[in-house]
T-cell receptor, first 123, second 116 residues
Framework: NAGVTQTPKFRILKIGQSMTLQCTQDMNHNYMYWYRQDPGMGLKLIYY???????DKGEVPNGYNVSRSTTEDFPLRLELAAPSQTSVYFCASSYRDPALFTRRGNNLGNGYTFGSGTRLTVV | EDQVTQSPEALRLQEGESSSLNCSYT??????LFWYRQDPGKGPEFLFTLYSAGEEKEKERLKATLTKKESFLHITAPKPEDSATYLC?????????????????FGQGTILTVHP
């Protein structure tokens, strides 16, 4: 069981180049998310998806696009890379709403499963 | 706008020296408050979800508590392996359509270092 897999782990882009960050999960999770993490800042939501064919913008979507053609994959596309997109990108997934209270099962609650991240530098 | 502020930004402890991390939040109808642990170069790892004021949850040396305005992560007799960044996040109430879609607002984290 691999969980959430992100590729590549590191990438350097030149200004104006484009690339796709890959994210795949093998847990049959419906909900998937893309966040970016900048030093000293909290994770910011870029895009999210609640199922195949359904995506929506998060807090910081400008300069990014996503698609969700299958349950497993949720790629993030950067068009015309800019230095402001230098960041660490995390993909996450959950079976359903992580705040859904369940009286049975794990007493600790439910949360996201995160990938290991992609460190992107735009120069 | 939902906001989460964590304090302190960094905390250095000696092994065995208990302490607490704070997470203050403002949210339009709290649906859940989450604690995650993040090791350097890795993605965050889920620890707890708290749903309502007064709730407490424990895991090994960690205990999370929740009030209407803040949450605390208490660390009892910490060990060097507890060194990590601890992230707090909130999920707001239900949006139009009857679901909140699991979107989280994160704090900036507290970097915990435990010295042997």
């Amino acid at each position: 069981n691999a969980g959430v897999t992100q590729t590549p782990k590191f990438r350097i882009l030149k200004i104006g180049q484009s690339m796709t960050l890959q994210c795949t999960q093998d847990m049959n999770h419906n909900y998937m998310y893309w966040y970016r993490q900048d030093p000293g800042m909290g994770l910011k939501l870029i895009y999210y998806s609640v199922g195949a064919g359904i995506t929506d913008k998060g807090e910081v979507p400008n300069g990014y696009n996503v698609s969700r053609s299958t349950t497993e994959d949720f790629p993030l596309r950067l068009e015309l890379a800019a230095p402001s997109q230098t960041s660490v990108y995390f993909c996450a997934s959950s079976y359903r709403d992580p705040a859904l209270f369940t009286r049975r099962g794990n007493n600790l609650g439910n949360g996201y499963t995160f990938g290991s991240g992609t460190r992107l530098t735009v120069v | 706008e939902d906001q989460v502020t964590q304090s302190p930004e960094a905390l250095r402890l000696q092994e065995g020296e208990s302490s607490s991390l704070n997470c203050s939040y403002t949210v339009s109808g709290l649906r859940g408050l989450f604690w995650y642990r993040q090791d350097p170069g890795k993605g965050p790892e889920f620890l707890f979800t708290l749903y309502s004021a007064g709730e407490e949850k424990e895991k090994e040396r960690l205990k999370a508590t929740l009030t209407k305005k803040e949450s605390f992560l208490h660390i009892t007799a910490p060990k060097p392996e507890d060194s990590a960044t601890y992230l707090c996040a909130v999920q707001a109430g239900v949006e139009a359509g009857g679901t909140s879609y699991g979107k989280l607002t994160f704090g900036q984290g507290t970097i915990l270092t435990v010295h042997p």
